[in-house]
């Protein structure tokens, strides 16, 4: 663009994208610090399930204590991480990091890992997993993989394989912010999803009278019909809450119950049920 715009035009804008480029650079070397120096912590979000009337698993979330610039979130560092690579040790700190936390929760509540495009189509990803599985001694069937419509764009069969090999682990596998990027309903039927996260997008404006309800419905119906799980996520108020239990939906996810919270913070909320059952039985 800018050579068609002539070599003026070139020289006046080439400042600007220097220092783009040395900003990038810059975060860059510092996320690599950030590795080194342990600045990456998890944040967990709970995972209500209606039917269960409980937490039945938490969604870890990467945050980013930066020494100069405090806490970066993960949406303005993720995409510079994929692009660069480095989202593949970040990630693996992240697998092993969930699945030690989580080692340390009740057998019955599960830790859900997101992982990015390159992650998934890193060859290695399957051996980082049963590394940390094997190391933090984490059941498979505890760990829940979170993947993006994003997939949908490569080669299918090997997005098939990749998939089956990961389900073979005894890990399962959610399709993540569903209705927002590539998806098509049909997608769901060819690929084996053990859970489908339904879109903030749609959450936010239900009971709000537009089209939303009738997008739930249609996925909590398709869902069931192939025997998925489903999380409604973002869900801030009761109207949603409600809207959801009657459109079927399985799980819940947001502000109303909980935002994400400290890894000590989780540890504490289960000392605290454990102390009132265990006063309840005394
Ligand atoms: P996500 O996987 O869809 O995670 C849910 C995001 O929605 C989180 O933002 C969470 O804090 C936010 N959220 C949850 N409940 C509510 C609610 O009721 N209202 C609103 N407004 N927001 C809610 P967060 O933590 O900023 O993460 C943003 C995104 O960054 C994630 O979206 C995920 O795509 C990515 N991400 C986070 N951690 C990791 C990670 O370890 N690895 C990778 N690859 N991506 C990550
Ligand atoms: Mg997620
Ligand atoms: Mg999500
Ligand atoms: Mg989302």
Request: aromatic share 8%; net charge negative; glycine share 6%.
């Amino acid at each position: 663009r800018a050579k068609s715009e002539g070599k003026s035009t070139y020289h006046f804008f080439e400042p600007a994208l220097d220092q783009q480029a040395r900003e990038r650079r810059q975060t860059e070397l510092d996320m690599r610090s950030a590795l080194r120096d342990g600045d990456f912590e998890l944040h967990y979000q709970p995972l209500y399930s209606i039917a269960e009337d409980r937490f039945t698993g938490f969604e870890a979330l990467l945050r980013w204590n930066h020494p100069e610039r405090g806490r970066i979130s993960p949406l303005d560092f993720i995409p510079l991480a994929e692009e660069t690579g480095l989202i593949l040790p970040i990630g693996e700190w992240v697998i092993r990091e969930a699945c030690r936390q989580a080692a340390e929760w009740p057998e019955d509540v599960s830790v859900a890992v997101n992982i990015s495009p390159k992650q998934f189509t890193y060859a290695g990803l399957t051996n980082t997993i049963l590394q940390a599985l094997s190391s933090t001694g984490l059941a498979a069937s505890r760990l829940e993989l979170e993947i993006t419509e994003s997939i949908f764009i490569a080669d299918v069969e090997k997005t098939l394989s990749t998939l089956h090999n990961l389900r073979s682990l005894g890990v399962r596998i959610a399709l993540d912010d569903f209705g927002t990027g590539y998806s098509s309903l049909s997608y769901l039927r060819s690929f084996p999803f053990d859970k489908v996260k339904i879109d903030r997008s749609f959450v936010e404006d239900l009971g709000q009278g537009g089209n939303s309800h009738a997008v739930v419905r249609a996925i909590t119906t398709l869902a069931d019909a192939l025997g998925m799980d489903t999380l409604a996520e973002g869900v801030e108020i009761d109207e949603q809450l409600e809207v959801l239990k009657q459109e079927g939906c399985r799980n819940i996810q947001g502000y109303l119950f909980s935002k994400p919270m400290a890894a000590s913070d989780v540890a504490e909320l289960f000392e605290n049920s454990a102390s009132v059952q265990s006063s309840r039985v005394a």
